[in-house]
């Protein structure tokens, strides 16, 4: 993890009328680190992903992602963020390859760089026997650590994951967490948003959103240290019971 | 461009896997123009008629004659009495009855006077009326024939004479109409809810985030319905020719662009749903409600719009299959020039670029 700012978010704000969805947060996010995104149901993580990847437009405050501008060259970080959404983002009715092939063009892939990472991805996630088949018959887990790695495809510097693991058993949650790590290892900045506590444990840190504000920020043990918990859930529960604003 | 290539083969993909869109986009045509040519006709062809002869004499058995050999009726046998009449009326089996008094050719020879009854079963005006006519025309011919070399003085004949359409067929009525609607449901319907199937997928989001530009995933994916449209055009001309006799009388390049523009405005249409609706279903009634349902009503292909309430008329203008059905019906039947029908291409292509305009705009680049 260096000292390079890859994310740098200062008094972002979102309103709906007059709904304060997202208030004046701040924070930043170094290069290479994974740094978990926590909240309640409506406490605005959401919100806040979407301003940073550019499909809501922020009210007030100022913020740079991957060095540029999210007011002026909104445009230009798209090709440096990749993002996984919280519902599953793959075509059913397209196969594996079909997939990758789609993602990785309308990311501006050479075909040459297309079928090198198809070659790679497929062995990767030992579904070489599966190119052809249909999205819609595998099994959740391959699913989604096929999403992952479609959002990957194009080697962002930043990849956001909304609420990736969800529905799936502990043992798939590990194998995508392992995937994680790589990419973080490979210099990749992931900014991911969970429910599970346990995940909040495996990020090099933490912020924790309540009522739209970030309440909370720092390493998993500083933050135990900090509110006195044995672990992440403690943490989290102290302060989600502070909250005004009900789940959505 | 390679982005712009990969989209819209993928959009492919989606068609040729999902059985009842491919239904839709090809089967539906050729059922509409099959059932719209040959089993909803506002023709009127063999229909069951009881004849009640009071009089068995030459004349009234020379008119049942003439009345069996039409191809309008079906003449039904067993009818001996008044007290007949009513059940096969009542139980459908006859639309019309002829009833010829006593004594009818003595009267008609004797008084110069002879009444026939003709009785229709008004449930549906229309049909009553035009069997009542075709019937009456029957009659009066027997009586001209009767007339023979006598001359009557100041007799008017009218002649009349059906301009383009001579054997005055429904189907000259339709093709134009079904081909309105079929291009409605192909591009208005067929796009917005491709389009809301992304945004309910989520897959919406990922492709908002990615580089692409919002108005290439908007072109790319009208263009796969845009060449299958050219593909139901086709189908539906070569239907109306060769099967259903209904010639083009115009300039086919012209009648095939007029064609195209309104492929073009209903796709226009079809994003603008597509920008209003959250979920498939919202998509599908907006387009049967907003756009099916006045494109029937409304244009003129089963109500003619000069009978319509003034306001009706003013709504009509409005609904752009009505200026498409005026279009391909003056040129296609009437086989009229570009100088016939510039004034409803230019509001077509005027309302074609106001709905683009208004639906690029409303699509959203940022999903709020």
Known sequence: M?????????????????????????????????FGFLGANGAGKTTAMRMLCGLSFPTSGRATVAGLDLFKEAEVIKRRIGYMSQKFSLYEDLAVKENIRFYGGIYGLTDRQIKTKMEYLLHQLKLEDKANTLVRSLPLGWKQKLSFSVAMLHEPQIVFLDEPTGGVDPITRREFWNLIYQAAAGGTTVFVTTHYMDEAEYCNRVSIMVDGRVDALGSPDELKRQFHAEDMGQVFLQLARKAVRSAD | MKQFIYFIRKEFYHLWRDPRTM????????????IFGFALTNEVKNTRIAILDNAKD???????????????????????????LEPAFRTGKIKMAVV???????????????PIQLIGDATDPNVANTLTYYASAIIL??????????????????????????????????????????LMLVCAMMTSISIVREKELGTMEVILVSPIIPIRVVIAKMVP???????????????????????????????????????????????LISSAADSQQTAMLISLMGLFLPTVMLSG????VENMPIPLQVISNIVPAKWFYYIVKNVMIKGL???????????????????????????KTRLE
Request: aromatic content about 14%.
């Open chain 2, 337 to 363: 020039g570009f100088t016939y029908v510039w004034k409803e291409t230019l509001i077509l292509v005027g309302m074609t670029a106001f709905f683009m305009t208004v639906s690029i705009k409303k699509f």
């Open chain 1, 2 to 34: 260096s000292e390079e700012k890859v994310i740098s978010v200062k008094d972002l704000t979102k309103q709906f009328g007059s709904f304060t969805a997202v208030d004046h947060i701040t924070f930043d996010v170094y290069k290479g680190e994974i």
């Open chain 2, 100 to 114: 010829f008094p006593d004594r009818f050719q003595d009267e008609l020879l004797h008084a110069n006077k002879a």
């Open chain 2, 141 to 182: 011919d027997y009586q001209e024939n009767l007339k023979g070399r006598e001359q009557i003085p100041y007799t008017i004949n009218t002649e009349m004479r059906m301009l383009y359409n001579p054997q005055m067929k429904g189907s000259y009525n339709f093709v134009p109409g079904v081909m309105a609607m079929v």
């Open chain 2, 58 to 84: 030459d004349a009234s058995r020379a008119i049942i004659h003439e009345l069996e050999a039409s191809r309008y009726f079906d003449v039904q046998e067993d009818v001996r009495s008044n007290a007949d």
């Open chain 2, 225 to 271: 319905y845009f060449l299958l449209s050219t593909v139901n055009i086709a189908s539906i001309l070569l239907l109306s020719v060769f099967v259903l006799d209904v010639p083009i009388q115009g300039n086919l390049v012209l009648l095939v662009a007029e064609c195209l523009l309104f492929t073009v405005t209903v796709l226009a249409l079809g994003l």
């Open chain 2, 301 to 304: 292909f089963m109500f003619p």
């Open chain 2, 23 to 34: 239904f839709i986009l090809f089967g539906m045509p050729l059922m509409q123009i099959l």
